[in-house]
């Protein structure tokens, strides 16, 4: 079954149920460790490609109905002037509608599909090295000094040094 046909039937459903069903888009642009996001202020469920490409039948039949179910459960309360929980009480309910388990978090070998290239950055203290990610460098380097990092061992400011090559470099 493929996407379309899975909203269409999950939209049935809701309007069966619930006498309304909220209009979806859903984009296909999601990449790393999530299966897929709800944005459900905006009506927007993004999916992750490459799960899709390695398991499509979980991701139509799983993934998506749960990430729909987060938005129908937005508008549900949103409807009873109640504060969603995201995998709370009306989330649940409408997994239960839709026939599946409400579980939080998907079972795909990351080892697959998922590979992140992250940079390290060498610093040093007075007593090491230490080996900085990027996200940890830029948060450093923006500060202008404000913000910096310190030795857990002497205490000291660590101070960067160079760019660290990585495997794929």
């Known amino acids: 079954m493929d996407i379309r046909k899975k909203l269409y039937q999950l939209e049935n459903i809701s309007d069966k149920f619930f006498g309304f069903h ?13 299966a897929g996001k709800a944005d459900a202020q905006n009506k927007v469920i993004r999916l992750n490609s490459d799960f899709l490409h390695h398991y499509p039948e ?12 987060h938005i129908l459960s ?5 409807k009873c002037g109640v504060r969603n929980k995201p995998h ?9 509608i839709f026939g599946l388990v409400p579980k939080r978090t998907h079972d795909f070998d990351i080892k697959k599909t998922y590979v992140r290239n ?8 007075g007593c090491s090295k230490h ?5 940890r460098h830029n948060r450093s380097e923006r ?4 913000f910096f990092y310190s030795c857990r061992i ?16």
Not at 27 to 34: C, K, M, P, S
Not at 88 to 96: A, C, F, Q
Request: include cysteine.
């Open 22 to 34: 909220p209009d979806c888009k859903v984009i296909v642009d999601l990449r790393g460790q999530a």
């Open 58 to 69: 979980k991701m139509v039949n799983e993934v998506l109905p749960h990430e729909y179910a």
């Open 74 to 78: 937005y508008e549900i309360d949103k």
């Open 88 to 96: 709370g009480p009306t989330w649940k309910k409408v997994m239960s």
């Open 118 to 125: 992250m940079k390290y950055f060498l610093y040093v203290c």
């Open 131 to 135: 080996h900085l990610s990027a996200i």
């Open 143 to 146: 500060s202008r000094g404000n």
């Open 154 to 169: 002497c205490g000291k400011r660590l101070k960067y040094v160079e760019p660290l090559r990585t495997e794929n470099e």
